[in-house]
């Protein structure tokens, strides 16, 4: 992409929002900030790169919020259930485990958090250090420079950069079947922590 002029930067950052910055100009603007945006940010900002990216849900993307993270720390804990009940080992006896639910979803909640705020929120740029900046908001790529952002108070922010990429990933497929829709269904969303956006 060539070059645009750059423009002057009206960095603002917004109380509990630690790294917003609006109407600005950067060296890349990122839709999404799942694990493919962070990777691209951080190794931009290691080269001295100026970044933002763009969230409209939470802070992390699928992987930490509803995909891996999440489905790992359950599938670990249905194990441990299962398998106080079906011992491998001849001679062990069976002694089904009880649980709580809530209780359960509350560690996974918790550990979501605390990982995204070690492995995520602590890489953002705040107090003078440099890092990767973070609007909240859905994007829209308006030209090959321009994206924008439309916040969830319906507030409309553009943001201009030298280099765009879109690390959006996807979101659960809906097939068309008959009856689906006055069907209770589920989808892997079902995994989504309480989401915050730090
Ligand atoms: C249940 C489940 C389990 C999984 N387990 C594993 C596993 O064990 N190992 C593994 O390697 N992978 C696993 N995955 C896959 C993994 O989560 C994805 O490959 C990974 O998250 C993709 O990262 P991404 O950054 O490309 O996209 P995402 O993490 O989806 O990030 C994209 C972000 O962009 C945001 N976004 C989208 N559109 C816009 C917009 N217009 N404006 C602003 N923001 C927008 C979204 O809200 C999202 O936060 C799992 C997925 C699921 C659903």
């Known amino acids: 992409m060539g070059n645009i002029p750059r423009q002057k930067n009206l ?29 691209a940010a951080v190794r931009a900002t290691e080269l001295g790169k100026s970044v933002v990216m763009t969230e409209d849900r939470t802070l992390g993307g699928t992987c930490l919020n509803r995909g891996c993270v999440p489905s790992k720390n359950l599938i670990g804990a249905a ?3 299962y398998d106080s009940s079906h011992p491998r080992y001849p001679g062990l006896q069976s002694a089904p485990m009880t649980f709580n639910m809530p209780e359960l979803i509350e560690q996974k909640d918790e550990l979501i958090r605390t990982y995204r705020q070690q492995h995520y929120a602590s890489l953002l740029a705040r107090d003078g250090m440099p890092g990767p900046r973070v609007v909240y908001g859905h994007a829209t790529l308006v030209d090959p420079h321009t994206i924008e952002v439309r916040a969830s108070d319906g507030s409309l922010h553009h943001l201009r950069g030298e280099q765009i990429l879109i690390a959006t990933g996807s979101s659960p497929f809906l097939p068309d079947i008959t009856g689906l829709a006055e069907t209770p269904y589920l989808t892997s969303d079902l995994l989504s922590s309480r989401e915050r956006c730090l």
């Open 11 to 39: 960095a603002q950052t917004a109380p509990g929002q630690e790294g917003q910055q609006w109407g600005d100009h950067s060296d890349l603007v990122i839709l999404g900030s799942g694990s493919t945006a962070f990777a």
């Open 79 to 81: 194990q441990l259930v």
